[in-house]
C-alpha cells in the first residue's frame, strides 16, 4: 500500500542550530503540505505545495523556515535557526487532487529543541 | 476565519459499547470533511472521507455523517473494542473565505476504550 514517507522520525537539537525534514509523497500526488501539531492540538498547515510551486505559505514564519519541493516529487523542510518553541510534530501530507482530495499524512517528525 | 471544535474532548467507555463523537465548523462553505485517527505519537490515519454533496459515509464499525447546513458531523463507532482507543480529529476543508481551501482541524478526542 502506497504511504508519504518522512524522515527522520525524531530530532533532537539545540536552539539556533539548523534542522531539516525529509517528505516523500505518495507517487503520483501533485499536492503536497507541510503542518506542524503541537502536543495536544490540531495539525495546522505550514505550507502547500502543487507540484513544484508553493499555493499556500501563509502560516509560515519565513524569517526561520523554508521549504522547496524542486522536481515536484519529494519535500525538504528547514528551520533555521531553531527556538525553543519549535519543538513539536512536523507532519507531511500528500493528496491527487488540490482542492476536493483525501490527505494523506505520514508517520511525522517528532522535533525536540534544547 | 473556519473554527472546528470537537466534543466531548475525552471520552472513556467499556468494550462493547456504541459511541458518538461530535465536530462542528463555523463556516458551511466547505468542500469536504475528513475523520482521522492518531495513535500515540504517530501520524494521522484517514478513516473517512465525507465530500460536501454526501450525506454520509460507512467503513466497517465507522459512520460518520455530514450536516453541511447546521456545520456538523458526527462519528459513530460500532461495538468499540481496546484497540480504537486513539485520538479522533474531526478536519473541515473549506471553499471560500480567509480559510479558502485549507484543511482546519479540532482539537479532537481522545477515545479510551476499556476491556
Known amino acids: 500500500e502506497a504511504e508519504v514517507a518522512q524522515s527522520p522520525r525524531y530530532k533532537i537539537t539545540e536552539k539556533s542550530q539548523a534542522v531539516a525534514f525529509w517528505c516523500d509523497p505518495i507517487s503520483g500526488h501533485a499536492t503536497l503540505y507541510w503542518y506542524r501539531q503541537i502536543l495536544g492540538q490540531g495539525p495546522e498547515l505550514l505550507v502547500q505545495?502543487?507540484?513544484?510551486?508553493?499555493?499556500?505559505d501563509s502560516q509560515l514564519p519565513k524569517d526561520r523556515f523554508s521549504a522547496e519541493r524542486l522536481k515536484g516529487v519529494d519535500s525538504t523542510l528547514k528551520i533555521q535557526p531553531a527556538e525553543l518553541g519549535d519543538s513539536a510534530m512536523y507532519l507531511c501530507a500528500s493528496s491527487s487532487q488540490r482542492l476536493a482530495g483525501e490527505q494523506f499524512f505520514g508517520p511525522g517528525t517528532r522535533l525536540t529543541v534544547l | 476565519k473556519q473554527e472546528v471544535t470537537q466534543i466531548p474532548a475525552a471520552l472513556s467507555v467499556p468494550e462493547g459499547e456504541n459511541l458518538v463523537l461530535n465536530c462542528s465548523f463555523t463556516?458551511?462553505?466547505?468542500?469536504?470533511l475528513q475523520w482521522f485517527r492518531q495513535d500515540p505519537g504517530k501520524g494521522l490515519t484517514s478513516l473517512l472521507l465525507i465530500q460536501s454533496s454526501q450525506r454520509e459515509q460507512t467503513s466497517g464499525r465507522l459512520n460518520a455523517s455530514l450536516d453541511k447546513s447546521s456545520g456538523r458531523s458526527t462519528l459513530y463507532i460500532a461495538a468499540s473494542q481496546p484497540g480504537d482507543s486513539a485520538t479522533y480529529l474531526c478536519?473541515?476543508?473549506?471553499?471560500?473565505?480567509?480559510?479558502?481551501?485549507?484543511?482546519?482541524f479540532g482539537q479532537g478526542t481522545i477515545l479510551t476504550v476499556h476491556p
Open positions: 478536519a473541515v476543508r473549506t471553499a471560500g473565505g480567509t480559510s479558502y481551501g485549507k484543511l482546519t
Open positions: 505545495f502543487q507540484d513544484e510551486s508553493v499555493v499556500d
Open positions: 463556516d458551511s462553505a466547505i468542500y469536504n
